[in-house]
């Protein structure tokens, strides 16, 4: 079929609503970071999982790329598409009915192109709690978050998107639909497809509606802001949060020094917590079935006993909201800081929870004479994933063969320690040659495989994961 006939029944299809014109289609072609600009031959917004069917239907038989994309809030230029002939971007913007809160059942049934903080308010009108949480909530979409399996900042308790999931509507390729949205907990039948799809990027088809997992509301939130004396330190109180509140502890964040300096460097009216600096932060919170005045007790003697030990060297409790929310907007202005600061070399990586003290240590001792660099390490230290991010000398920046040079360093030591380049951000097209070159020749050649069967054609996502295969 050719395009041009393709692309109007599509347009047929999904009607003028339906069609994104040229005025709005930046913000549709552009990345979150900015780091790629590109183009697309329409941008078409189904209103029905019916529409996307059809729509898939028409590309699969013209071989129209489908470029699927939710709140394009992320960070590896997964949702950008880069053909203005061949490719068209899905939005399911259009998509955003919450469709059950099920109370009994303690689930959530929405589109993918639901905010995930509707989704959240949803289930807190039923006095349940939506945990996936993350910097973007107000403008991310459920569709995003679990094509990338989001992790964010409840993961210690939680788990990752893919963890939250019970059931999946999904378009095929071919515009099969393939639904599971029962929400059954338990039902062992074989393979578990619907997990193929979670953190696939886009490229096996379209994720179109989810069963989602809720819990209880807590009762309390207690949130501290701490200085450690180095990491080993921060793993330990870490580690003494979860067994002595009985996993009440629901975030676990770790900010070095150089972070926390950039956020008060640059931006108005971020304020230090504590009156001294130190070296190393953690920014813990309790949540769970305790009350305030016993979850408080609970918090005071973990940190009077960590004190004691010399782990924690000084500390602030959270006494209100507002002051909980200054706290988080520390933690979370750090990338805004480090935009400031310059073009910064990042990455999001794991590492085995118990080595990154010695990680930190050598990944330094192997970097530092590649380039000078101010070191802004951050993340989720309960899980293991740290943002380690290389800001340039001030006034200066990184030549592009520094940053790669950085980069290739890094990787290659967390390769051989058992780690990952890629924690939560997922692939996209910005780290596609680390694919290649990191994950085991056995685990590509499977991948390759669940794509050639399920996308015979190519048409999802060309380019993202894997290079497009040769047209
Ligand atoms: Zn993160």
Request: glycine letters at 10%; charged letters at 20%; proline letters at 5%.
């Given at each position: 079929?050719?395009?041009?006939?393709?692309l109007?029944?599509?347009?047929d299809?999904?009607?003028?609503r339906?069609?994104?014109?040229p005025?709005?289609a930046?913000a549709?072609l552009?990345?979150?970071r900015?780091?790629?600009?590109?183009?697309?031959a329409?941008?078409?917004?189904?209103a029905s999982?019916?529409?996307?069917?059809?729509?898939?239907?028409?590309?699969?038989e013209?071989c129209?790329?489908?470029v699927?994309?939710?709140?394009n809030?992320?960070y590896?230029?997964?949702?950008?598409?880069?053909?203005?002939?061949r490719?068209?971007v899905?939005?399911?913007?259009?998509?955003r009915?919450?469709?059950?809160v099920?109370p009994v059942?303690?689930?959530?049934?929405?589109?993918?192109?639901?905010?995930?903080a509707?989704?959240?308010?949803?289930?807190?009108?039923?006095?349940?709690?939506?945990?996936?949480?993350l910097?973007?909530?107000?403008?991310?979409r459920i569709?995003g978050?679990?094509?990338t399996?989001a992790?964010?900042?409840?993961?210690v308790?939680y788990?990752?998107?893919?963890d939250?999931?019970?059931g999946?509507?999904?378009?095929?390729?071919?515009?099969?639909v393939?639904?599971?949205?029962?929400g059954?907990?338990?039902d062992?039948?074989?393979?578990?497809?619907?997990q193929l799809?979670?953190?696939a990027?886009?490229?096996?088809?379209?994720?179109?509606?989810?069963?989602?997992?809720?819990?209880?509301?807590?009762?309390?939130v207690q949130t501290?802001?701490?200085a450690v004396?180095?990491?080993?330190a921060?793993?330990?109180?870490v580690?003494?949060a979860?067994?002595?509140?009985?996993?009440?502890?629901v975030s676990?964040e770790?900010?070095?020094?150089?972070?926390?300096?950039?956020?008060?460097?640059h931006?108005?009216?971020?304020?230090?917590?504590?009156?001294?600096a130190?070296?190393?932060?953690?920014?813990i919170?309790l949540?769970?079935?305790?009350?305030?005045l016993?979850?408080?007790?609970?918090?005071?003697?973990?940190?009077e006993?960590?004190?004691?030990?010399?782990?924690?060297v000084?500390?602030a409790i959270a006494?209100?909201?507002?002051?909980r929310?200054a706290?988080?907007a520390?933690?979370?202005?750090?990338?805004?800081?480090?935009?400031?600061?310059?073009?910064?070399v990042k990455h999001?990586?794991s590492?085995?929870?118990?080595?990154?003290?010695?990680f930190?240590?050598e990944?330094?001792?192997r970097?530092m004479?590649?380039?000078?660099?101010r070191l802004?390490?951050?993340?989720?230290?309960?899980?293991?994933?740290?943002?380690?991010n290389?800001?340039?000398p001030?006034?200066e920046?990184?030549?592009p063969?520094?940053a790669?040079?950085?980069?290739?360093?890094?990787?290659d030591y967390i390769?051989?320690?058992?780690g990952?380049?890629s924690?939560?951000h997922g692939?996209?097209?910005?780290r596609?040659d680390?694919?290649a070159r990191y994950k085991s020749?056995l685990?590509?050649?499977?991948?390759?495989?669940i794509?050639a069967?399920?996308?015979?054609?190519g048409?999802?996502?060309?380019?993202k994961?894997?290079?497009?295969?040769d047209?």
């Amino acid at each position: 079929m050719d395009p041009s006939i393709a692309l109007n029944r599509i347009a047929d299809i999904v009607g003028d609503r339906g069609i994104i014109g040229p005025s709005d289609a930046a913000a549709y072609l552009v990345d979150h970071r900015a780091l790629y600009s590109g183009a697309a031959a329409a941008i078409v917004a189904p209103a029905s999982t019916d529409e996307v069917a059809a729509v898939l239907r028409i590309c699969n038989e013209a071989c129209i790329g489908v470029v699927p994309q939710a709140g394009n809030t992320g960070y590896c230029g997964g949702a950008t598409p880069f053909d203005a002939e061949r490719q068209i971007v899905l939005s399911l913007a259009r998509m955003r009915q919450i469709h059950r809160v099920d109370p009994v059942g303690f689930t959530l049934t929405a589109d993918a192109g639901v905010i995930l903080a509707d989704a959240q308010a949803a289930a807190e009108h039923e006095g349940l709690l939506l945990p996936l949480s993350l910097g973007s909530e107000g403008s991310c979409r459920i569709g995003g978050n679990l094509s990338t399996n989001a992790g964010g900042l409840n993961v210690v308790r939680y788990g990752m998107a893919r963890d939250l999931v019970l059931g999946l509507e999904v378009v095929l390729p071919s515009g099969d639909v393939l639904s599971d949205l029962k929400g059954l907990r338990k039902d062992n039948t074989g393979y578990d497809l619907k997990q193929l799809f979670i953190g696939a990027e886009g490229t096996l088809g379209v994720i179109t509606a989810a069963v989602l997992k809720l819990f209880a509301q807590p009762r309390s939130v207690q949130t501290a802001w701490l200085a450690v004396t180095d990491v080993d330190a921060a793993n330990a109180v870490v580690g003494l949060a979860r067994r002595s509140t009985g996993d009440m502890l629901v975030s676990a964040e770790y900010l070095s020094r150089t972070s926390l300096a950039l956020v008060l460097e640059h931006l108005d009216g971020a304020r230090d917590p504590l009156a001294v600096a130190h070296e190393h932060y953690l920014l813990i919170e309790l949540a769970g079935p305790l009350d305030e005045l016993q979850s408080r007790a609970l918090l005071e003697r973990l940190l009077e006993e960590e004190l004691a030990a010399g782990r924690v060297v000084d500390g602030a409790i959270a006494e209100s909201n507002a002051q909980r929310d200054a706290l988080w907007a520390l933690r979370e202005s750090i990338p805004e800081g480090e935009r400031h600061a310059g073009q910064c070399v990042k990455h999001d990586i794991s590492i085995p929870i118990a080595e990154i003290p010695a990680f930190l240590d050598e990944a330094r001792r192997r970097l530092m004479p590649i380039a000078a660099h101010r070191l802004s390490v951050f993340g989720h230290l309960g899980d293991g994933n740290l943002h380690y991010n290389l800001v340039p000398p001030a006034g200066e920046a990184f030549a592009p063969e520094t940053a790669a040079a950085l980069t290739g360093m890094l990787y290659d030591y967390i390769d051989e320690i058992g780690g990952s380049f890629s924690a939560e951000h997922g692939i996209g097209i910005f780290r596609r040659d680390e694919l290649a070159r990191y994950k085991s020749p056995l685990s590509l050649e499977i991948m390759r495989s669940i794509k050639a069967t399920l996308d015979p054609h190519g048409i999802m996502n060309p380019g993202k994961l894997f290079d497009a295969p040769d047209a």
